[in-house]
């Protein structure tokens, strides 16, 4: 129960540095911290107590796993939590590009 | 002092130069065993995306860019989730979407067994490895609109 | 016990990484919290996550330090700024006293109900052959949703390669 309080509390730092922080790369910095808070979330939840990693090996018994199903959620979801960062990475690079600031204050315009 | 030479200083090239073939092996090595040990396709693609940065990085991006260019980059990619794509639909030959349609598996703990789940775990690796290098190579080559610096 | 001292160490980086005015510095620690993520998932006997975590949090880190190059902005809070910090750390305690009352109904930590996955731990070798289990849900039991990433990777690279074109609007 503790080192679900404590994955929380990872996930609310998250939320106030993109809540309150002004620098674009910030608030990118910020996504990261939540998104690694869930995909810890996720994987201790399918967590067993003295539970084998979920590969056979040669002439052992099936028997006590941990749960597999979270691990192959959280999988995909750290490759598409990549693709998301270098997304938002490209369109900051253009914003410096056309505004010259990263300031999300002076960022107000929505030109075509 | 600023050396003319693109790239980094000579001991990160000498490095490079004995490594990034290792690092290359190695990605191979997760993407073919992920049906038996722990890795599969999408940390062997980034293992091979990460060799072709590392040598883009210390050599300059005229010699990586001699290596896999961008316009191999982005077929090398659409074919890999083409192929990923057309495995799936081929399993309508069992009836279902998706169906693991080698009629014997193999002998389990061998390299040749486990139906589609290699074929499948190749293709991946392509897409991811191709478009992670894709992305890196833009985000470099990106010049700016007016000159600011 | 070594995963509480391995999460009061992510906590701590991601304090760092929140509050320091340097960017290149906060870049590094976001890292460092990554690096402590895949211990954690070897700690909690899940070799796959390891790896691909570590892998993808050294490419994050090099595409994050590309776009911090550029400048170098000191954060200046001016106006409302005490009503505006005050309503956050608010609402980040509802949520927290929120989350705490759902999560009493958790089953503990540490004993889940596998009911789904006990079909696919005993059936898993027999049905396809693979040893590693993980690898058999993701490409053979629920193949559809690695379609589903296959094609949102896919969609995120056309994106950026899209949005970094010098093909612009002529003035």
């Not at chain 1, 941990?66 to 490209?90: E, K």
């Amino acid at each position: 129960m503790s080192v679900y309080i404590l994955c929380l509390a990872l996930f609310s730092i998250g939320l106030y540095c993109v809540l309150r922080k002004r620098n674009i790369i910030k608030i990118i910095i910020g996504l990261g911290i939540i998104e690694y808070a869930v995909n810890l979330f996720f994987v201790l939840i399918g967590y067993r107590m003295h539970a084998r990693a979920p590969i056979l090996a040669k002439d052992q018994a099936i028997t006590n796993m941990v749960d597999p199903i979270p691990q192959a959620l959280v999988l995909t979801s750290i490759v598409i939590g990549l693709a998301v960062t270098a997304l938002i990475v490209a369109i900051a690079i253009r914003i410096y590009d056309k505004y010259g600031t990263f300031d999300i204050t002076k960022i107000r315009r929505l030109r075509g | 002092m600023k050396n003319k030479e693109p790239g980094m200083t000579l001991i990160v090239k000498t490095i490079t130069r004995l490594t990034v073939g290792l690092i290359l092996l190695y990605g191979i090595y997760i993407v073919l065993h992920g049906h038996l040990s722990p890795g599969g396709g999408f940390a062997g693609g980034v293992i091979i995306a990460l060799s072709f940065i590392h040598l883009m990085l210390a050599f300059g991006k005229d010699l990586a860019l001699r290596k896999l260019g961008q316009l191999a980059a982005s077929i090398l990619e659409s074919l890999g989730a083409l192929m990923f794509l057309s495995i799936a639909l081929l399993g309508f030959t069992g009836g279902y979407f998706f169906f693991n349609f080698f009629l014997q598996k193999g002998r389990p703990f061998e390299l040749f067994s486990a139906g589609i789940i290699p074929l499948c775990n190749i293709a991946i690796c392509l897409e991811v490895g191709a478009g992670l290098f894709a992305i890196f190579t833009v985000l470099i080559l990106f010049k700016k609109s007016e000159n600011k610096e | 016990m070594e995963l509480h001292i391995l999460l009061l160490f992510m906590i701590f980086a991601a304090v760092v990484a929140v509050e320091v005015k340097d960017l290149l510095s906060s870049v590094i620690a976001v890292g460092a919290v990554g690096l402590g993520l895949s211990l954690a998932f070897l700690i909690l006997k899940a070799p796959d996550l390891a790896i691909t975590q570590l892998v993808v949090e050294i490419l994050c880190l090099i595409i994050l330090i590309r776009a911090t190059i550029k400048k170098d902005l000191p954060l200046i809070r001016d106006g409302r700024w005490f009503f505006n910090t005050a309503s956050t750390l608010l609402f980040i305690a509802c949520f927290l006293a929120f989350a705490y009352f759902a999560l009493k109904e958790l089953p503990n930590f540490g004993q889940p109900i596998m009911r789904v996955a006990k079909e696919y731990i005993e059936g898993g070798l027999k049905k396809t052959g693979a040893t590693n289990i993980v690898a058999s849900i993701i490409l053979d039991f629920r193949g559809y949703d690695t379609l589903g990433e296959a094609t949102i990777l896919f969609t995120a690279v056309m994106g950026v390669l899209a949005v970094m074109r010098k093909v612009g609007r002529i003035r």
